[in-house]
């Protein structure tokens, strides 16, 4: 008879995983994943997952759950295994046939009867009233005298891997399930954090603080998440555990490129080692004022392990490849509204001749007309770092603009920068007052002291008066600073702001080694108050030696 089929999937063997209970998320895209549940026991009396984790090396733990049943060793393999899967096409149907009766219908019309008795390559072989081989290219239908034909099944072997969690049981039987657990770190999974920034009034704000999570890694099933504040140092990162029986690194998507400067270094807290504590009291109110966060999340208390600080999300259910937002605090804290302004730094003018034209050029444009910048100096008054995050900065309903918060500890104060002050306006100027030529004897060289004197004038043209703190570095020692400026000395190589964009020259020019042994560098500031339209100018003088 005429006989049909179904291109069915391939019907391997179930095996049950084994369940995610608890994950710690770090912000630089590495988890530890606990894992823990009841799974068959085979006939040896062992646990087999068949999902292995790729863990960074030496992370990696096996353990039994079971009362009076211990875990002797784990063992990770490949294993062959044959599984039952339906014909594929019409030709893999028809070599099942072999041995019965079939009726071959070909493209040209033509028929062929008979026995089928081999198939070989592309080749399919009958006997009837004679001895006929069809190429099964041309078989257009086929046709079954024993409908059992189409029931029947293929075997395919299939290579997998396999981890093997040997269990002595002590003497007694074994039982039909055992109750164990894998703890291991991967990277795959990370957490996000960010802020908004709420003006409330003239000096406070309140913060709140949100994670995104982002699942690369596996399925989640109403895991507890612990996220983490601090960044803990993977000696093997970038080193898989043999347990993996993968000789590279999973490829992740782009919030775990490491190149990214924005979800990657950039929130990384520059401290490693981090000593506070998160906290829902004093400074934090209970989370459910900041609204409903779904149906099953929930947002516990915090805890602190050593120098990290982790938030715990209970009932997080993600799959690989989802994204999760979550609240997860809030805070009232007070802040200072300042103006800041770093006044440009200028080369030796001995080093001029050293550049050449388009760098000129460049360091006259960065030394050209330098900007106040308006920041909020928010104070840390809740029992728990801010973490580096970007911050969305909102008042009377409105965005005001977008900043990084820095990791800031508890009861410390950090800038989060909102906008350019360009209602302050800004005029400096250097010039070399005096050079004497023999003004030091070292070494048996002779160097000139040159002396040099700067001012800015700033003009407020706010409707409202504003504090603005400036500071100048200068490449030598300062000797003077008019409007009570206060003068430090500091570090050349460590005291100095050097990303701050008029600086990019220093890099532009080989220093001749006497320079550091001669010279020091020095900082000033001044604080000033300035009343609508009102102006100050501030001048300071400083000195240094050259060859």
């Not at 008979?114 to 070989?120: A, D, E």
Request: aromatic share 8%; hydrophobic share 40%; with cysteine.
């Amino acid at each position: 008879m005429r006989g049909t089929f179904l291109l069915a999937a391939c019907a391997g063997l179930a095996s049950a995983d084994l369940p995610v209970r608890e994950v710690t998320i770090f912000k630089d895209g590495h988890a530890m994943v606990l894992r823990q549940g009841l799974m068959p026991v085979n006939a040896q009396g062992d646990v087999e997952i068949e999902e292995l984790p790729r863990p960074i090396l030496g992370t990696f733990w096996a353990y039994s759950a079971t009362s009076g049943v211990k875990m002797s060793s784990v063992k990770v393999g490949k294993v062959d295994e044959i599984n039952e899967i339906d014909p594929q096409n019409l030709h893999h149907l028809i070599r099942l046939a072999v041995g019965t009766d079939v009726t071959l219908v070909l493209h040209d019309g033509g028929i062929a009867r008979g026995t089928l008795k081999r198939v070989s390559g592309a080749m399919a072989m009958l006997s009837g009233e004679s001895a006929v081989a069809i190429n099964l290219a041309d078989v257009r239908r086929a046709e079954f005298h024993d409908e059992s034909i189409l029931n029947r099944k293929d075997e395919q072997t299939f290579t997998k891997d396999v981890m093997t969690i040997d269990l002595s049981w002590e003497g007694h039987a074994p039982a039909n399930e055992a109750e164990v657990g894998l703890m291991y770190i991967e990277r795959g999974l990370r957490w996000i954090p960010s802020y908004r920034v709420t003006l409330t009034s003239d000096d406070r704000a309140i913060i709140e603080l949100s994670a995104t999570l982002v699942n690369e890694l596996m399925d989640l099933d109403n895991v507890k998440a612990n996220l983490v504040i601090g960044v803990p140092s993977f000696m093997f990162e970038h080193t898989l555990d043999p347990m993996s029986l993968q000789e590279q690194v999973a490829q992740l998507g782009q919030y775990f490129d490491r190149a990214s400067s924005m979800t990657g270094a950039a929130l990384s807290n520059a401290l490693m080692s981090q000593t506070a504590r998160m906290s829902d009291s004093r400074g934090y109110r209970d989370n459910n004022s900041m609204g409903q966060q779904g149906s099953n999340v929930e947002v516990g208390s915090t805890d602190q392990a050593e120098d990290l600080y982790i938030f715990n999300v209970s009932n997080v259910t993600l799959k690989r490849g989802e994204r999760l937002f979550v609240p997860l605090a809030v805070a009232e804290v007070p802040y200072e509204s300042v103006y800041t302004l770093t006044l440009p730094i200028a080369p030796p003018s001995d080093m001029w001749q050293n550049f050449g034209t388009d760098q000129q050029r460049e360091i006259a444009r960065m030394l050209d007309r330098p900007t106040a910048r308006h920041v909020l100096r928010l104070t840390n008054a809740s029992e728990h770092p801010f973490t580096t995050a970007p911050a969305l900065i909102i008042r009377d309903g409105q965005p005001l603009a977008q900043g990084m918060l820095r990791y800031t500890a508890r009861t410390a104060r950090v800038d989060l920068e909102v906008t350019s002050a360009v209602d302050i306006r800004v005029e400096s100027s250097e010039r070399e007052a005096q050079r004497e030529h023999d003004g030091l004897r070292w070494n048996g060289n002779t160097y000139a002291r040159v002396e040099l004197t700067g001012s800015a004038n700033l003009t407020n043209y706010k409707t409202k008066a504003v504090k603005i703190e400036v500071r100048k570095f200068v490449l030598g020692k300062a000797t003077e600073a008019n409007a009570n400026g206060t003068i430090e000395g500091i570090n050349f190589f460590t005291g100095m702001d050097w990303d701050q964009p008029s600086f990019a020259w220093w890099r532009w020019y080989g220093w001749p080694w006497w320079w550091s042994r001669l010279n020091s560098a020095s900082r000033i500031d001044w604080t000033v108050e300035l009343e609508p339209g009102e102006s100050v100018n501030l001048e300071c003088a400083w000195q240094y030696f050259w060859n």
